[in-house]
């Protein structure tokens, strides 16, 4: 069964930390990884990744894949009280079609 | 470019009555996918709709139904409501494979 792990479950931090966000995987026919923000209902798009070792970068955000150990990290420089969000992992599973599965999430909180 | 929209917002229903929900994807998108998101889980995929067909399907019962219209909204359906289907039903859109979905804000379904 296809399966999504993300770690921790919820960490709280000051303003100006940085934070690691960890998401491990189990899916048959991978295709893509992705992270979403979800602050109050709709997830928005952080990422996608589908090439081992490739970094992704926007702003303060970044992310990374490792398909050999089947897992990626979200890192979160300089946190602000903004960031404070659910920050949910998906994979892109096999098939026909594009099914996402996703982890349960991690909660950020961001003490200013 | 109007996002992914979706209608209602909130819905407050009681057990066994059925209910619709809707769902407009993004401009130029024609995979419609839909999510159940139970208080503090990830969402969990239901069904995936391309040119007017169920294309692929998680684990849920038959009481949940969807349509695909020839302008690619789509529709929703849970039949014998039960009080484990409130949750928030998530809508995303997207070109058929490897591309990025987008959410909708969610459908907030409560039953009593």
């Known amino acids: 069964e296809d399966k999504v792990v993300q770690s921790p479950l919820s960490l709280v931090v000051h303003e100006g930390d940085t934070v690691t966000l960890n998401c491990s995987y189990e899916?048959?026919?991978?295709?893509?990884l992705l992270w979403y923000k979800q602050e109050k209902k709709a997830p928005t798009f952080l990422f996608m990744l589908t090439s081992s070792g490739i970094e992704k970068k926007s702003g303060r955000l970044s992310s990374i894949l490792d398909k050999k150990e089947l897992f990626s990290i979200l890192n979160i420089t300089a946190t602000q009280t903004g960031d404070s969000a659910v920050y949910l992992c998906?994979?892109?599973?096999?098939?026909?079609?594009?099914?996402?599965?996703f982890g349960a999430g991690t909660i950020l909180r961001v003490k200013s | 470019d109007a996002g992914v929209t979706q209608s209602p917002t909130h819905l407050i229903k009681t057990r066994g009555q059925q209910v619709t929900l809707r769902c407009s994807p993004k401009?130029?998108?024609?995979?419609v996918s839909w999510y159940q998101q139970a208080l503090g889980q990830g969402p969990q995929f239901i069904f995936q709709y391309y040119e007017e067909e169920e294309r692929q399907r998680g684990n849920f019962p038959d009481r949940f139904s969807g349509h695909q219209f020839p302008n690619y909204s789509s529709e929703l359906n849970v039949n014998a409501l039960l009080l484990g289907d409130s949750a928030l039903y998530l809508c995303a859109s997207s070109r058929p494979v490897g591309e990025t979905q987008y959410f909708g804000p969610g459908t907030r379904l409560l039953v009593l």
């Open positions: 401009s130029g998108h024609d995979t």
């Open positions: 998906a994979v892109e599973a096999g098939g026909y079609g594009n099914k996402l599965v």
């Open positions: 899916v048959t026919n991978f295709r893509s």
